[in-house]
Structures are given as structure tokens and as C-alpha cells.
Nanobody
Framework: QVQLVESGGGLVQPGGSLRLSCAAS????????WGWYRQAPGKERELVAI???????NYADSVKGRFTMSRDNAKNTVYLQMNSLKPEDTAVYYC??????????????WGQGTQVTVAS
């Protein structure tokens, strides 16, 4: 069984920063992609950033220049550094990972989500 656990959310003032973490644990042979998504109240879940095994990282236009995604392959962990936060960044942030378990069937896994609230 594979589990993703996010942490680092919270309440921050506009212009502030937060760093989210997502750690994968369990029976993992390989991970070839990670993604951060968010869902605001009344809206659909949207992609924030994604990184592949090759190291290519892509960001949603709304966060380019403010958010940075990084990964630590040795720890099966990814991070999302969020700077210059805006009220419209308020959402539940979810981590997603494409994992190869012992079954050798690539599967997508989601974390439970962590709340980020940007308000003064």
C-alpha cells in the first residue's frame, strides 16, 4: 500500500510564504511524476505544478514566478515553496504521485490534502 502525506498548510497573510511537503511511503519501486493540485471552495481541482523524472517542472500561469516545486528522490518527498501568497491562493492543496508498486502496474495516488488560507 502506498500513502502520500502532505504537511505545511496553514493561515498566512497576503504576501507571506508557506512551504508544503508531501512524503510517499509504502511499497514503492519507482516514482516517475509528482504533482501539486488545489481545490478552492466551489471550484474544480486544478493543477498547480508538476515535475517528472527527467526533472522538467511546469507551473500553472497563476503561480509562475511565485511557487517553486522541488523533489528529494532519496526521501520520496516533494515540496512546494509558495511565496507572495494571494487570497486567491486559498484552497486545499493535494499531492499526487505516479507510483510503480510491486505489482508493476503504474498507479496514481493522492494525499489527504492540506488547507492553505491566505487572509489578513
Amino acid at each position: 500500500q502506498v500513502q502520500l502525506v502532505e504537511s505545511g498548510g496553514g493561515l498566512v497573510q497576503p504576501g507571506g510564504s508557506l512551504r508544503l511537503s508531501c512524503a510517499a511511503s509504502g511499497s514503492i519501486l519507482s516514482i516517475n511524476a509528482w504533482g501539486w493540485y488545489r481545490q478552492a471552495p466551489g471550484k474544480e481541482r486544478e493543477l498547480v505544478a508538476i515535475v517528472t523524472t527527467g526533472g522538467n517542472t511546469n507551473y500553472a500561469d497563476s503561480v509562475k514566478g511565485r511557487f517553486t516545486m522541488s523533489r528529494d528522490n532519496a526521501k520520496n518527498t516533494v515540496y512546494l515553496q509558495m511565496n507572495s501568497l494571494k487570497p486567491e491562493d486559498t484552497a486545499v492543496y493535494y499531492c499526487n504521485s505516479r507510483v510503480l508498486p510491486p505489482s508493476r502496474i503504474w498507479s496514481n495516488y493522492w494525499g489527504q490534502g492540506t488547507q492553505v488560507t491566505v487572509a489578513s
